[in-house]
T-cell receptor, first 112, second 111 residues
Framework: DTAVSQTPKYLVTQMGNDKSIKCEQNLGHDTMYWYKQDSKKFLKIMFSYNNKELIINETVPNRFSPKSPDKAHLNLHINSLELGDSAVYFC???????????FGSGTRLTVV | GIQVEQSPPDLILQEGANSTLRCNFSDSVNNLQWFHQNPWGQLINLFYIPSGTKQNGRLSATTVATERYSLLYISSSQTTDSGVYFCAVISTQGGSEKLVFGKGTKLTVNP
């Protein structure tokens, strides 16, 4: 199936831990994104990468570090997790010639 | 930056009813998408519609780019239509682009 896939789907962890979320797309898109959806359902961009290069960093704390080993993958590593990091994180991809963005199914992160 | 406003914020319907959701945006755009977030949290792309009208089954969408709004029509609503509907537009600043979302319309369809 052509898609944007992210893992894990659910992540429950304690404050202070470090965790990673992985994202892969097989759509041939050249740009990938991380979005955060807060408890009020508001979706906001965190990062975007184009061909492995960081393009957008929307005033996200340094504890969040995206890594793009190739243009089909964009991972998100979070250090020293805080309660306020609890949210749903969505990966997405697009291409300059494509018709819109495609989103992954989301990772629900709960920090306890 | 560009502002995206959706109305109404909440909508409750009886099965079989029709509805119209509205999206206003503050600047000219060349990309607009409608998404449905189902009760399981999945974001499903409904329409890519920077201008004009498109139809897909019971759903249709119209974007009037010159007047900076888009409408999503749901006809003969079903309980499976419940969820949150998001409008999103491309914002381009400094050569980079990002998808900016409205706050959504939460639709509940009762049997």
């Amino acid at each position: 199936d052509t898609a944007v896939s992210q893992t894990p789907k659910y992540l429950v962890t304690q404050m202070g831990n470090d965790k990673s979320i992985k994202c892969e797309q097989n759509l041939g898109h050249d740009t990938m994104y991380w979005y955060k959806q807060d408890s009020k359902k508001f979706l906001k961009i965190m990062f975007s990468y184009n061909n492995k290069e960081l393009i957008i960093n929307e005033t996200v704390p340094n504890r969040f570090s995206p890594k793009s080993p190739d243009k089909a993958h964009l991972n998100l590593h979070i250090n020293s997790l805080e309660l306020g990091d609890s949210a749903v994180y969505f990966c997405a991809s697009s291409h300059r010639d494509s018709r819109g963005y495609t989103f992954g199914s989301g990772t629900r992160l709960t920090v306890v | 930056g560009i502002q995206v406003e959706q109305s109404p914020p909440d909508l409750i319907l009886q099965e079989g009813a029709n509805s119209t959701l509205r999206c206003n945006f503050s600047d000219s755009v060349n990309n607009l998408q409608w998404f449905h977030q189902n009760p399981w949290g999945q974001l499903i792309n409904l329409f890519y519609i920077p201008s004009g009208t498109k139809q897909n089954g019971r759903l249709s969408a119209t974007t009037v780019a010159t007047e900076r709004y888009s409408l999503l029509y749901i006809s003969s609503s079903q309980t499976t239509d419940s969820g949150v509907y998001f409008c999103a537009v491309i914002s381009t600043q400094g050569g980079s682009e990002k998808l900016v979302f409205g706050k959504g319309t939460k639709l509940t369809v009762n049997p």
